[in-house]
């Protein structure tokens, strides 16, 4: 009799500690990024001092991607998902999609436009809704014609240079009816244009505050006052082809619906200069 007591306790104790293993254990979920992403997350966790789920604000004018991974991770733990994030390194966004789409990886770390984004996968409620985002008019500071703009009318005079596969950049430079426009494949020579050849400008992320940006030793500016309008949401795409794909979407969709409740998403989006408090009363010129 004793002998069976010892063994009935022995199994319930490894019960009790298989239980406790198996209620402990996170299920690991393929998120891709791109490679200066993730370095820039790596970045990020090693010099935040707070667990990444109990933040309230990151680093004013931190990156887009690092305002996305705390929004996931946070929605995530909102919705009680025990997930442990595995980071899977692509070459760029597009190849990100295919990734997603193939099942290959379960989600997308960065927030990406509507437009881009296929059927066949899920798609996240918005984490920047319709309207939300807009760009700054950016040149030399010597050019007295570009720095003066006020109205539509004053920036269609005017020649502009962006990169075609920045598609919703590229749509709306399209659609402003400007002068010129250029095409270019890097962001770099789209600077180099203006600052050698004489085209006037360029769309830059808004400002946070006032002041001349010195690139390749030419000063450059924010046109002061106005902004563009980008059209389309952005949304994280997860995977219905990946045997996980469902499950992710309905705990991030669970923790998304929290976060937006207490103000986190604009607030993140804020701190990261998605959504701008310092240009957000610039009169929109393609209203």
């Known amino acids: 009799m004793k002998s069976m007591l010892i063994t009935l306790r022995v ?13 402990q254990a996170k299920t690991t979920i393929k998120v891709v990024v791109v490679e200066n992403e993730f370095e820039r997350w790596n970045e990020f ?10 933040l309230s604000t990151i680093e004013l004018g ?49 927030d990406l436009f509507r437009n881009v984004l296929p059927e066949s996968a899920f798609i996240s409620s918005a984490i920047i809704r319709e309207g939300e985002t807009s760009k700054a008019i950016f040149g030399l500071s010597s050019n007295k014609k570009l720095m003066s703009v006020k109205t539509l009318n004053d ?15 590229w749509a709306i430079m399209s659609a402003l009816n400007v002068k010129e ?14 600052s050698e050849r004489g085209i006037d400008f360029t769309l ?49 969709e669970a923790g998304l619906l929290i976060l937006r409740k207490e103000n986190k998403i604009k607030t993140f989006m804020q701190n990261s200069n998605i959504l701008n408090k ?10």
């Not at 980071?87 to 760029?92: K, L, Q, V, Y």
């Not at 426009?181 to 203006?194: G, P």
């Not at 957000?280 to 209203?287: A, G, Q, Y």
């Open 155 to 169: 920036l269609q005079q005017l020649s502009a240079v962006s990169l075609p596969n920045w598609r919703t950049d």
């Open 62 to 110: 931190s990156k887009r991607i690092i305002a996305d991974l705390v929004i996931m991770t946070q929605a995530f733990e909102k919705s009680g998902a025990e997930f442990e994030l595995e980071f899977i390194i692509a070459p760029n966004h597009k190849r990100a999609i295919a990734m997603v789409n193939s099942g290959e990886v379960v989600i997308t770390g960065s």
């Open 181 to 194: 426009l250029h095409a270019v494949n890097r962001y770099q020579l789209a600077l180099n244009l203006i």
């Open 204 to 252: 830059r992320n808004l400002p946070t505050e006032p002041g001349e940006i010195i690139i390749n030793d030419v000063s450059m500016s924010f046109v002061d006052g106005v902004k563009i309008n980008l059209p389309g949401s952005r949304h994280f795409l997860i995977s219905k082809a990946h045997p996980l794909g469902a499950q992710v979407y309905e705990k991030l």
């Open 278 to 287: 310092y240009s957000e009363d610039w009169k929109v010129l393609n209203e």
């Open 11 to 23: 199994i319930f104790l490894l019960l009790v500690v298989c239980c406790t293993t198996t209620l």
């Open 45 to 54: 966790k090693s010099k935040s001092k707070t667990a990444i789920h109990e």
